[in-house]
Nanobody, 115 residues
């Protein structure tokens, strides 16, 4: 599975961005797709995830502000981010879990939120 992330950019605090993760290859092996982020000097962390059936999971800091969704026809997962804060600044990565195979990772997309 190949993943292509896009949609990052520079936005002011309080603004919105929508990230996209387009997948290609064998979709049937994917058990969940998630968005992770890594801020400078910090570990990579899970922000939100969605299963093929549509079940979602959010990190506490993302609840109420971010929404993860999927368009199965386009093999694309989105992360709608509203009310962005400077602490949301990070490189965002999409990830596909494919047990028992290794995870697939897309290239990161940088999100910068100015105060």
């Amino acid at each position: 599975v190949q993943l292509q992330a896009s949609g990052g950019g520079l936005v002011q605090a309080g603004g919105s961005l929508r990230l996209s993760c387009a997948a290609s290859g064998s979709m049937s092996s994917i058990s969940a797709v998630g968005w992770y982020r890594q801020a400078p000097g910090k570990q990579r962390e899970l922000v939100a995830a969605i299963t093929p059936g549509g079940s979602t999971h959010y990190q506490d800091s993302a609840k109420g502000r971010f929404t993860i969704s999927r368009d199965n026809a386009k093999n694309t997962v989105y992360l709608q981010m509203n009310s962005l804060k400077p602490e949301d600044t990070a490189v965002y990565y999409c990830n596909a879990k494919r047990p028992p195979l290794s995870d697939s990772w897309g290239r990161g997309t940088l999100v910068t939120v100015s105060s």
